[in-house]
């Protein structure tokens, strides 16, 4: 079936794919409506549907939802001027197989429709794309058009609605923590609890009575039976951040729920069923800890069913302009001040900006710039920019992280005279991870 239908109410715009679709040595049809496009997809023998989200009749999203009842198995890339993150997660969710913006870059549409006819021909043979789903998604603050970003959207809005566990890798300040409500909150779960814990900030266990709760009495100051939060997100999401931190006794209580969905609380004896779906992230190297033997081997696979890798965002500087714009509205309605007149020079001193704390610290200087100002102009010298280049970030020896992190632990130790309470603060961890950190480096005699 090497027959395309083109769905848009833009006229030269079908021309123009009609004729590089036909030189390419496809059949064209064509729709200029909603209507034209569902009674073509349905009634004739197609093998891939372009189809635009604004037609007249009803809109790309309804023809889409249409097309995949009858056909589940008809692949349809979704084309589009409003290239966001909502528009691809909800173009993906519908069941879509790509999504791309206008203008098209036609050698990438080649590309993906040569994929696609691969695809189709092994969906002929059981392997079929997935089916419609309804419900709206509600609005979220991801901002990002490059490819990576399109990359990461595209990845939450295929698995939404299943209850694969996900781990969501990147650095401090790339938004994991938003990558994991997208999902949660883009998926027909969005009325069950969504929960996040921050691992590195409670001692083990704490930690682990947090997670599974605990029993009267379980331990001193255990007054009454508390459940935990795989109890309280029931149905829904739990973000463990930071799950590198955990002990490797909760490494083995949170594989057992993994596996077999159920736990005891701490003092407890009843076994607790739950249906949860749990999102980790991490800004370190999970394979390296495995590696090391600091993380199970067992529970990074089963926490690595699908892996998100978030982009730090001096790869991806063609986003930064639009960050700017999204963050200055929404600093506006947090503040009730109006920044938003940004000459050529600010911009090209924010574009030249390394951002080693990524988005956060985007936002954090955006913030004060906002709060300082005395107009709506956001000046360069508003942004109080630390003087750095990209290559001042890099260290001239380059070094494993666990030999600067060792090295480094060393070093405050010495300066805080092992005083361990203000060497975790400074550290800016707990005193629990800063206790295993040590045994794990040997440092306990240094």
């Known amino acids: 079936m090497r027959t395309i239908l083109v769905a848009d109410d833009d006229r030269a715009i079908r021309r123009t794919l009609e004729l590089h679709l036909a030189e390419t040595g496809y059949t064209v049809l064509t729709a200029a409506t909603g209507n034209e496009a569902v009674d073509l997809a349905l009634a004739r023998d197609v093998g891939l549907v372009l189809l635009d989200l604004r037609l007249t009749g009803m809109d790309g999203f309804e023809v889409l939802t249409l097309i995949k009842e009858r056909k589940p198995a008809l692949p349809v890339i979704m084309i589009t001027a409003y290239d966001d993150m909502q528009t691809a997660i909800e173009a993906i969710r519908l069941g879509a197989i790509d999504h791309l913006g206008k203008p098209l870059d036609l050698d990438q549409l080649d590309q993906i429709i040569d994929k696609i ?35 990461v959207y595209k990845t939450i809005g295929a698995i939404a609605d299943f209850r694969a566990t996900v781990l969501i890798q990147g650095e401090s300040g790339t938004g994991k923590e938003m990558v994991a409500r997208a999902i949660h909150f883009n998926s027909k779960f969005r009325n069950r609890p969504f929960i996040a814990v921050a691992c590195s900030a409670l001692s083990p266990t704490v930690l682990e009575s947090e997670l599974f709760g605990h029993e009267k009495g379980a331990f001193t100051g255990a007054y009454r039976t508390k459940p935990g939060k795989f109890e309280l ?32 609380r701490v003092g407890g004896i009843e076994t607790i069923k739950a249906d949860v779906r749990i999102v980790a992230a991490t800004n370190k190297n999970l394979l390296t800890l495995v590696n090391s033997g600091i993380f199970r081997h067992d529970l990074y696979y089963r926490l690595k069913v699908v892996s998100i890798d978030l982009p730090p965002l001096r790869e991806r500087r063609d986003d930064i302009p639009i960050l700017v714009k999204f963050l200055l509205e929404k600093l506006h309605h ?45 000046s360069p010298e ?47 961890i707990s005193r629990p991870t800063l206790d295993r950190r040590i045994k794990e480096y040997g440092l306990e005699d240094s």
């Open 233 to 264: 997100a029931q149905g829904g999401t739990l973000f463990l951040d930071e799950i590198s931190e955990i002990s490797p006794e909760l490494q083995v209580k949170l594989l057992r729920f993994i596996q077999e969905r159920e736990f005891e």
């Open 117 to 151: 006819f691969e695809m189709s021909a092994l969906s002929r043979t059981g392997v079929a794309f997935r089916d419609s789903i309804d419900a709206p998604f509600e609005q979220n603050i991801m901002v990002g058009r490059s490819r990576a970003m399109k990359e």
């Open 334 to 378: 947090e503040t009730g001040k109006r920044v938003d007149i940004i000459p050529q020079e600010t911009m090209n001193a924010i574009l030249a900006h390394p951002w080693a704390g990524n988005v956060r610290e985007l936002e954090n200087t955006l913030r004060r710039a906002v709060l300082l100002s005395h107009g709506s102009v956001l």
């Open 382 to 428: 508003s942004l109080h920019l630390e003087e750095e280049s990209e290559s001042d970030s890099f260290p001239l020896v380059l070094r494993p992280l666990h030999e600067v992190e060792r090295e480094h632990i060393q070093n405050v130790l010495a300066f805080t005279h092992n005083e361990k309470k203000r060497a975790a603060e400074i550290l800016g």
